[in-house]
C-alpha cells in the first residue's frame, strides 16, 4: 500500500481483522510486522491459533484464502489473497519479553 495510508490502515486492521479474529474462540493472538519498499509500505498480519478448527471458525470452508473487508480498496491495498498456515513447533522469548 501507499505509504500514506499505512497509519490509518494499521487502525483499520484492529477494527477489522484483529478485532473478528479476538473474537473467535481459540484465537491465541497476533503480530502485525511492517517494512517499507520503494514508496510503499508491507504488513504482514500473523495470528495464532490453537487449531485448525478454530481457523475454520474464522475463516470460513477454504482457510487457504484471506478473508477480505469491503473498505479495504481505500488504503489502495494489493492484497495477497493466499494465506500460509505453519504449524509453531518452538517459540523463545527472553525473560524481560514475558512480563
Same mark, same amino acid.
Given at each position: 500500500?501507499?505509504?500514506?495510508?499505512?497509519?490509518?490502515?494499521?487502525?483499520?486492521?484492529?477494527?477489522?481483522?484483529?478485532?473478528?479474529?479476538?473474537?473467535?474462540?481459540?484465537?491465541?493472538?497476533?503480530?502485525?510486522?511492517?517494512?517499507?519498499?520503494?514508496?510503499?509500505?508491507?504488513?504482514?498480519?500473523?495470528? #495464532?491459533?490453537?487449531?485448525?478448527?478454530?481457523?475454520?471458525?474464522?475463516?470460513?470452508?477454504?482457510?487457504?484464502?484471506?478473508?477480505? #473487508?469491503?473498505?479495504?480498496?481505500? #488504503?489502495?491495498?494489493?492484497?495477497?489473497?493466499?494465506?500460509?498456515?505453519?504449524?509453531?513447533?518452538?517459540?523463545?522469548?527472553?525473560?524481560?519479553?514475558?512480563?
Amino acid at each position: 500500500m501507499p505509504e500514506t495510508h499505512s497509519e490509518g490502515f494499521t487502525e483499520y486492521l484492529y477494527e477489522t481483522g484483529i478485532k473478528d479474529s479476538s473474537a473467535t474462540e481459540g484465537f491465541l493472538g497476533a503480530q502485525i510486522f511492517r517494512r517499507s519498499l520503494a514508496g510503499k509500505i508491507e504488513l504482514t498480519l500473523i495470528t #495464532y491459533w490453537d487449531k485448525l478448527e478454530s481457523i475454520h471458525a474464522f475463516a470460513g470452508h477454504d482457510i487457504s484464502r484471506a478473508r477480505l #473487508y469491503p473498505e479495504d480498496e481505500v #488504503y489502495e491495498l494489493e492484497p495477497d489473497l493466499s494465506v500460509q498456515h505453519y504449524e509453531v513447533i518452538e517459540h523463545q522469548f527472553s525473560a524481560e519479553q514475558r512480563g
